[in-house]
């Protein structure tokens, strides 16, 4: 597509539901990445794909958090028993090339509400 | 590792004077640095980068950056403000050195322009 797409724009979910959220990167990008950011805060960087090589989770805040990718399509980003804490936005970004040498493309994000 | 400080939670100015947005950078092989725009609601938008080459870096929307080695740092710059230019402004960077590092944002810097 024309830029990055991110399903649903904005999402209210009780105290323990899982949640997913998906991305669908510019066509042809080879990376995709997830931050999240909380209100009054910067980006926090969750998970990086690149092509098939393993993802780099290093980001991911605990076990309740997962993400794949097909190929170099889209994403999901699931959430798993949600907590309060995780009310925040969810941005997906993806690059041409590896690591975003020349910088990222952002989705419109994901608004995240745990209740 | 790599890091970003925005020392400046917001910024104050009147339309029409000359607006710096800083940013501070730490990194420890070739930095390659970035500047974005978030409006309400919305993603982030790129407006410049600096990867190599002459320090002043001109972008959209009529922002420049300088580049600093000595300083490390890579400030936001603009000649005359717009009211328009209010938003959010995050600083990134990333370790040119690394083809598979991402990018780390400051916590950002709002920018309120007055009439």
């Known amino acids: 597509g024309a830029g990055v797409s991110q399903s649903p724009s904005n999402k209210v979910t009780e105290k323990g539901k899982d949640v997913e959220l998906r991305c669908d990167p510019i066509s042809g990008h080879t990376a995709l990445y997830w931050y999240r950011q909380r209100l009054g805060q910067g980006l926090e960087f969750l998970i990086y794909f690149q092509g098939n090589s393993a993802p780099d989770k290093s980001g991911l805040p605990s076990d309740r958090f997962s993400a794949e990718r097909t190929g170099e399509s889209v994403s999901t980003l699931t959430i798993q028993r949600t907590q309060q804490e995780d009310s925040a936005v969810y941005l997906c970004?993806?690059?041409?090339?590896?690591?975003?040498?020349?910088?990222?493309?952002f989705g419109s994000g994901t608004r995240l509400t745990v209740v | 590792a790599q890091s970003v400080a925005q020392p400046e939670d917001q910024v104050n100015v009147a339309e029409g004077n000359p607006l710096t947005v800083k940013c501070t950078y730490s990194v420890s092989g070739n930095p390659y640095l970035f500047w974005y725009v978030q409006y309400p609601n919305r993603g982030l938008q790129f407006l410049l980068k600096y990867i190599t080459g002459d320090n002043l870096v001109k972008g959209s929307y009529g922002f420049e950056a300088e580049f600093n080695k000595s300083q490390t740092s890579f400030h936001l710059k603009k000649p005359s403000a717009l009211v328009s230019d209010s938003a959010l402004y995050f600083c990134?960077?990333?370790?040119?050195?690394?083809?598979?590092?991402?990018?780390?944002f400051g916590k950002g810097t709002m920018l309120l322009v007055s009439p």
């Open positions: 990134a960077v990333r370790d040119g050195s690394s083809g598979y590092s991402t990018l780390t």
């Open positions: 970004a993806s690059s041409f090339l590896p690591g975003g040498t020349y910088g990222y493309t």
